[in-house]
């Protein structure tokens, strides 16, 4: 909701057109870059006279651009901004939201030394983020690196800014953040490292953040909570570092966590236990480990541990399941229920089910 005193072409008014697609991302950097430049020609707005977090809180929280928006305004207050010719500034900003642009295409395109300023590198940093160009982010941080702008006014580390909670942000882009110190570690970057879908990326950002000072091992429940975590929600990699690190002893029922919280996949994590600790595929399990006690974090939300619990009532899957194969058709995981009869898996306690949930 636009605020009263919005008015034409100002930051958030600009953001919220742009969320609309009301305007082009041409149209978005020019309105927002006119408020660069020397001060006798920079565009101004009533909402410019107010303190300068004030603007920035709403704005960050703006839609998709909000947060590029914000970087920007930022930029009114480096140095450089009172030099800079706005119009060689907006295709550089608009080949920084476009995918296919590279670290080549924008260091061709960036003149005024940009990129040595902390402020503008780190909208154009912003600018790629939001914008789903990782490959140009990670350039950018990584790339002849800047010192990082200081909290106040760096976007990854300010308390007002949305970026802080940005879970969108591919794990790999955060261990970029956290070694070139524009990121500070975090718990939550913890998590997100040990859930990452990219094992690579999930391992650099865990080994970023133990670079960084992160003490791994300062959390009691990480020993137990982190690998049962990744076990449902990544890849080998981080599964193999976490437990390498915590020095987990991989057993049996390993396998039936796997799939036990999840609709499709996993195959790749089930064929990595099978192959590296030679588990047994028809362990059954006598325990009374539920489809929701492998994911801590599920498991620490009474109100999205309730919504999956009425989803799987309404599916009709409450029963608990008892091996790996029992899971994945519990689940209707017919990916994992393929896989895991061409290792050897017997029906055994799946045989009561419906076969149409694993051989479609």
């Known amino acids: 909701m636009e605020t009263s005193q919005d008015t034409p072409g100002c930051y958030h008014h600009t953001a919220s ?49 909000g947060p590029v928006a914000a970087a920007i305004k930022l930029c009114e207050t480096d140095p450089l901004a009172e030099s800079i010719t706005v119009e060689e500034l907006v295709p550089l900003f608009v080949a920084c939201a476009t995918a296919p642009a590279t670290i080549e295409t924008i260091q061709a395109s960036a003149s005024q030394n940009i990129l040595a300023s902390p402020l503008f590198r780190q909208a154009l940093i912003v600018t790629s983020l939001k914008s789903g160009n990782d490959p140009l982010a990670r350039a950018l941080i990584t790339h002849a690196p800047a010192t990082p702008p200081p909290p106040e006014t760096c976007v990854f580390k300010m308390h007002l800014s949305s970026l802080v909670e940005e879970e969108e942000i591919p794990a790999g882009a955060w261990a970029a953040l956290v070694t070139a110190g524009w990121a500070a570690p975090s718990a939550k970057l913890v998590l997100w490292g040990a859930s990452s879908s990219s094992g690579p990326d999930g391992v650099a950002l865990l080994e970023a953040l133990a670079a960084a000072g992160y003490d791994m091992h300062a959390n009691a429940t990480y020993r137990e909570a982190l690998p049962s975590l990744a076990l449902v929600t990544s890849e080998p990699e981080v599964i193999a570092h976490l437990f390498a690190l915590y020095g987990v002893v991989p057993t049996s029922d390993m396998l039936v966590q796997a799939v036990e919280a999840r609709d499709a996949g996993r195959v790749e994590v089930l064929r990595w236990l099978l192959d590296t600790y030679a588990l047994d595929v028809n362990y059954v399990r006598t325990g009374g480990r539920g489809p929701f006690d492998a994911d801590p974090a599920r498991a620490g939300d009474p109100r999205e541990r309730a919504e999956m619990e009425h989803a799987v009532r309404q599916a009709g899957r409450l029963e608990k399941p008892r091996t790996a194969l029992h899971a994945a058709v519990l689940r209707g995981n017919a990916e994992a229920c393929e896989f895991l009869r061409g290792r050897g898996a017997v029906d055994g306690a799946a045989s009561e089910l ?6 479609k």
């Open 17 to 65: 057109q742009y969320d609309q697609n009301l305007i082009s991302t041409q149209v978005f950097f020019s309105q927002c870059l006119s408020h660069l430049g020397p001060t006798s020609s920079r565009v101004h707005h009533q909402e410019d006279t107010e303190p300068l977090t004030q603007q920035l809180r709403p704005l960050f929280w703006k839609g998709q651009f």
């Open 354 to 359: 419906r076969r149409d949930l694993y051989d």
